[in-house]
């Protein structure tokens, strides 16, 4: 024999046997509306970030194009300088070697810079966090 201790005296848990059609319309409407609310407290940013994405990932490529500039950049100046010091000099190929490592280090440096993970010269402050 079935125990009844169920909420509706079947013994059964939930609508026990009360059929679909019992189930109001208002009522489910209801609580549609209320888990979209819930929802959307939830992500709030959902809805917003389909034109913030395409922004996001422009300025990302602005900031890749801006970072690998800065690290050719140096070294371009780095081997022009040593090569110019080569013809100056006469000591081929020593002061393109150097010219190259040095662009190399600067071009880091520089990058490094740009992404706030590296403080200025002399200015003493900490580097500035890169999720900022």
Known sequence: MADKNGPDGTGETGRGKQHEADIRDDDLERRRRDLEASLATRRPDR??????????SVAGYGQALKLSSEFIAGIVVGAALGWFIDRVAGISPWGLIVGLLLGFGAGVLNVLRSAGLVSEFGTGDKPRDPKE
């Open 47 to 56: 809805l917003e970030g389909k034109d913030d994405a395409k922004t996001g």
